[in-house]
Structures are given as structure tokens and as C-alpha cells.
Nanobody
Framework: QVQLVESGGGLVQAGGRLRLSCVVSGSILSVNDMGWYRQAPGEQRELVATITSGGSTNYADSVKGRFTISRDNAKNTMYLQMNSLKPEDTAVYYC??????????????WGQGTQVTVSS
């Protein structure tokens, strides 16, 4: 009974910006590490950025300096601010979170994905 719901994807021109959100809801004691991943057509899913519960971040080299990951622990929500978008950023973006349930079990969950399309 844990859900991750992404929003904020869409179509944008190269150089534009988008902000993705991921809300974690359901039977939750706490949320540990969270992250954004993406998968382009015909490609494997790849890491975009991660953030710990304490706010430490990690980015793929391809997005460093352009994307910013953040979270609001009180709202169980994670964000991805994407600036200076490039056509190669086109992909389905997925939210991932390690959720601690009331049974004190930590388990990774995935959202359904949100499409980001960057036109040249």
C-alpha cells in the first residue's frame, strides 16, 4: 500500500526547463534514499540523481550543473529541477524510493514514470 506518483513531465524546447515531482504515500514510517532514473527508447534505465534523507546528493555526469534534486521530508516529496534541457534528455523519468513500512521493513518502490520530451 505504498504509492509513488510522478508529475511534471511534458514537451519542452531545447534550452527550456521542467520541474518533476514525486509524492510518496500510503503505509509509511519513513523514506530513506530517493532517486530519479530515466529510460529512453531502446536504452537501459539509467540513474539521473539521488538524494539521501539527510540531503546528500549525487548526479550523473550528463546532468551535473543542469539538474537539481531536492526533497521535502515533511511532505514525502522529491523534486527534480531540470534546466537547459537537451534533446538527449528525452526519456521516461521514474521516481524511486526506499520506504520503511510499519513492519519496519525497508523496500524499494518505483513510480509509474512521466514522459519528458525535449524538441530541438
Amino acid at each position: 500500500q505504498v504509492q509513488l506518483v510522478e508529475s511534471g513531465g511534458g514537451l519542452v524546447q531545447a534550452g527550456g526547463r521542467l520541474r518533476l515531482s514525486c509524492v510518496v504515500s500510503g503505509s509509511i514510517l519513513s523514506v530513506n534514499d530517493m532517486g530519479w532514473y530515466r529510460q529512453a527508447p531502446g536504452e537501459q534505465r539509467e540513474l539521473v540523481a539521488t538524494i539521501t534523507s539527510g540531503g546528500s546528493t549525487n548526479y550523473a555526469d550528463s546532468v551535473k550543473g543542469r539538474f537539481t534534486i531536492s526533497r521535502d521530508n515533511a511532505k514525502n516529496t522529491m523534486y527534480l529541477q531540470m534546466n537547459s534541457l537537451k534533446p538527449e534528455d528525452t526519456a521516461v523519468y521514474y521516481c524511486n524510493a526506499e520506504v520503511v513500512t510499519p513492519a519496519w521493513i525497508a523496500f524499494p518502490y518505483w513510480g509509474q514514470g512521466t514522459q519528458v520530451t525535449v524538441s530541438s
